[in-house]
């Protein structure tokens, strides 16, 4: 039986290699993409082909997509801050031509990393479904663009090939760069802000799970496709609590820092004035989307990945929490 054979963008990425790792065990033929070299060849010592593909050239990933069945769009430039054209490229460009590319190549089917940020308005929403309205205005240049690389994904199915999107929310687990290190580090410095005493409610998605959803989704019936599914734990959590279980598993004494919602929220609008005059225009170290990630609750019905793909997060968040904290202690 002929191995199914995969291309997963963003390979040297988070969530790309836990999945690239992950479709390798399960027997897939893999090659990741990325543009991290060192990252690459620990990839390639998994027995994954790594090609240093740059999603923004053209003919580069029209080649990437030869003999290829499905593809997983991992990839995309996430910040809460930068520049409009710099995310264009990245994620609305980059996605156009891998579409292009399934078409020429004859991939079966795209399997599209979206976000949850496109839900994201500033105040708090609870059990959002996929169905309910996006607001007019996205929060920031990468919820903008990642909201017409979503759209353009799912236009696409059916058009030589077919597509379907998920949103994972807020990805944690060994290896992660992002969340959870970033209120580690937040933590060392100066405390946790914790804007409305840590009482926004939230939702966290271990990596694993996400990765289940992707393979899931990969391998789900032709009704389940042209859709987008939320991705989460499934289980809702104080952001205060979730603190306290990971301050605690890293044997770290948590400092939080009591901050009014309204004081933190002006506070990062000066920050951005301020990094804007600046040459370069450098990331400020409080943005006013953070302060409403952190300050707002939401949390996202996952309904409909539970019966269309049949997901089933099988990670609990404190399981998650004790094993990223064992990777991290690993890392010191």
């Not at 690239?20 to 090659?31: F, K, N």
């Not at 078409?103 to 976000?115: E, F, Y």
């Not at 598993?249 to 609008?269: D, K, N, S, T, V």
């Not at 170290?285 to 309904?303: E, F, H, M, N, P």
Request: charged content about 20%.
């Amino acid at each position: 039986m002929t191995e199914a054979r995969a291309l997963v963008t963003g390979g040297t990425g988070f969530l790309g290699g836990h999945l690239a790792r992950r479709l390798r065990e399960d027997g897939w033929d893999v090659t990741g993409t990325g543009r991290n070299t060192q990252a690459g060849k620990a990839l390639a010592a998994d027995g994954i082909r790594f090609q240093a593909v740059d999603l923004r050239d053209r003919h580069a990933v029209i080649d990437a997509c030869s003999m290829i069945d499905t593809v997983f769009h991992c990839a995309a430039l996430s910040s809460p801050w930068g520049r409009y054209r710099d995310f264009y490229a990245s994620n609305v460009e980059a996605t156009r031509h891998l579409i292009e590319a399934c078409r020429q190549q004859g991939v079966r089917r795209l399997v599209n990393v979206s976000t949850p940020s496109l839900y994201f308005d500033f105040t708090d929403r609870l059990g959002i479904r996929e169905a309910d309205p996006l607001p007019s205005r996205q929060p920031n240049a990468y919820a903008a663009t990642k909201r017409i690389a979503e759209e353009e994904a799912l236009a696409a199915h059916n058009q030589g090939f077919e597509s379907v999107s998920l949103r994972p929310r807020a990805l944690f687990g060994p290896g992660d760069t992002a969340i959870l290190p970033r209120l580690i580090r937040a933590n060392n410095r100066t405390g946790v802000p914790l804007f409305r005493g840590g009482a926004a409610v939230l939702d966290l998605t271990y990596v694993d799970n996400a990765v289940d959803a992707l393979v899931l989704a990969a391998k789900a019936p032709a009704s389940a496709m042209g859709r987008t599914y939320n991705i989460t734990n499934g289980e809702p959590v104080r952001l205060s609590d979730v603190l306290q279980k990971l301050f605690h598993r890293l044997g770290i004494p948590m400092r939080g820092r009591a901050i009014p919602y309204p004081a933190g929220y002006a506070f990062a609008g000066a920050m951005e004035f301020a990094a804007r005059l600046l040459p370069g225009q450098p990331e400020p170290q409080l943005t006013r989307y953070t302060v409403a990630l952190l300050g707002k609750s939401q949390t996202l019905d996952i309904s409909a990945a539970r019966q269309q793909l049949g997901y089933v997060p099988r990670i609990t968040i404190d399981e998650g929490i004790e094993r990223f904290a064992d990777w991290w202690r690993g890392q010191s």
